[in-house]
């Protein structure tokens, strides 16, 4: 009866021993999973800082071009205005020059 008892005991307790290694291994692996896990995920949220900052630089020199194209347009615009004002001062200042011319002549 003692006997038996002991090879009971020793073999529960070996079976005990099994499952603990059995859940350690697992343990483990899940462990190893989740790490693998948060090493994609931080891949990803590399990645997709990169795919956002690449955006974002496109956008600003979508912008910055349009700002240039749009200061170019103003700049040409009060050239033409300018170059307008400046040939009807010279055509006023014929006129002037002739009317004097006229009354230096009367």
């Known amino acids: 009866d003692t006997i038996t008892n002991t090879n009971t005991s020793k073999s529960s307790h070996i079976t005990d021993n099994n499952n603990k290694k059995y859940w350690k291994k697992k343990e483990c692996l899940y462990r190893n999973e ?5 090493k994609q995920w931080c891949r990803e949220q590399v990645t997709m800082r990169s795919i956002i900052s690449d955006a974002m630089q496109d956008q600003e020199n979508v912008l910055e071009d349009r700002l240039h194209h749009y200061q170019r347009t103003l700049l040409q615009d009060a050239i033409k205005e300018l170059n307008a004002r400046e ?3 010279v055509k006023g200042e014929e006129r ?11």
């Open 34 to 38: 989740i790490t693998d896990m948060q």
């Open 87 to 89: 040939a009807k001062l």
């Open 96 to 106: 002037l020059r002739d009317e004097q011319e006229q009354l230096q002549l009367a």
